[in-house]
T-cell receptor
Framework: QKEVEQDPGPLSVPEGAIVSLNCTYSNSAFQYFMWYRQYSRKGPELLMYTYSSGNKEDGRFTAQVDKSSKYISLFIRDSQPSDSATYLCASRPNQAGTALIFGKGTTLSVSS | DTAVSQTPKYLVTQMGNDKSIKCEQN?????MYWYKQDSKKFLKIMFS???????INETVPNRFSPKSPDKAHLNLHINSLELGDSAVYFCASGASAVPGQTQYFGPGTRLLVL
């Protein structure tokens, strides 16, 4: 079983829709949770990160972590065609130098 | 201005050849990583260096040998290339003392082995 599971999609929505992207993880030691956005033929770009459980909001993006259910979510409000990309969730323990464990990524397409 | 840079961006080569990929970061980070992204976009850690010392070495064939001449550089040498090595290789860097230690990725090196 992979440590971070993510539905690869693809997910297609119309412009303006609210998008919900989700991951689950299995390692109880994970403390940091990140969302990366990757455009085609580019490197992953950090979108948001949270520590432990809770919500974090940045503009149209909200990241949520529920450690009791080991569930990670990213919500995108008022989605735009420029949001079309692959979204990767990642986690790691609270230990210096540890690598990120990634989900497989969800490909999102927002049509105008 | 580029934070994490990699060269080359594209690499097309024959099976059995040896090739190197270079990575440089100007963010002042002390930890650098190599990740491999397969054709299904799954990103997986290969190696990690902290202050030039190897700290993560996943189950990667020993044909892959990383080298870190200093904190700002991490290179990857691959011997006897195989078809299955075709992938995108990403370098990343992070600061181990920073809470959350988010990692910043380079643009990737697209390797195609024929």
């Amino acid at each position: 079983q992979k440590e971070v599971e993510q539905d690869p999609g693809p997910l297609s929505v119309p412009e303006g829709a609210i998008v919900s992207l989700n991951c689950t993880y299995s390692n109880s030691a994970f403390q940091y949770f990140m969302w990366y956005r990757q455009y085609s033929r580019k490197g992953p770009e950090l979108l948001m990160y949270t520590y432990s459980s809770g919500n974090k909001e940045d503009g149209r993006f909200t990241a949520q972590v529920d450690k009791s259910s080991k569930y990670i979510s990213l919500f995108i409000r008022d989605s735009q065609p420029s949001d079309s990309a692959t979204y990767l969730c990642a986690s790691r323990p609270n230990q210096a130098g540890t690598a990120l464990i990634f989900g497989k990524g969800t490909t999102l397409s927002v049509s105008s | 201005d580029t934070a994490v840079s990699q060269t080359p961006k594209y690499l097309v080569t024959q099976m059995g050849n040896d090739k190197s990929i270079k990575c440089e970061q100007n963010l002042g980070h002390d930890t650098m990583y190599w990740y491999k992204q397969d054709s299904k976009k799954f990103l997986k850690i290969m190696f990690s260096y902290n202050n030039k010392e190897l700290i993560i070495n996943e189950t990667v064939p020993n044909r892959f040998s990383p080298k870190s001449p200093d904190k700002a550089h991490l290179n990857l040498h691959i011997n006897s290339l195989e078809l299955g090595d075709s992938a995108v290789y990403f370098c990343a860097s992070g600061a181990s003392a920073v809470p959350g230690q988010t990692q910043y990725f380079g643009p990737g090196t697209r390797l195609l082995v024929l």
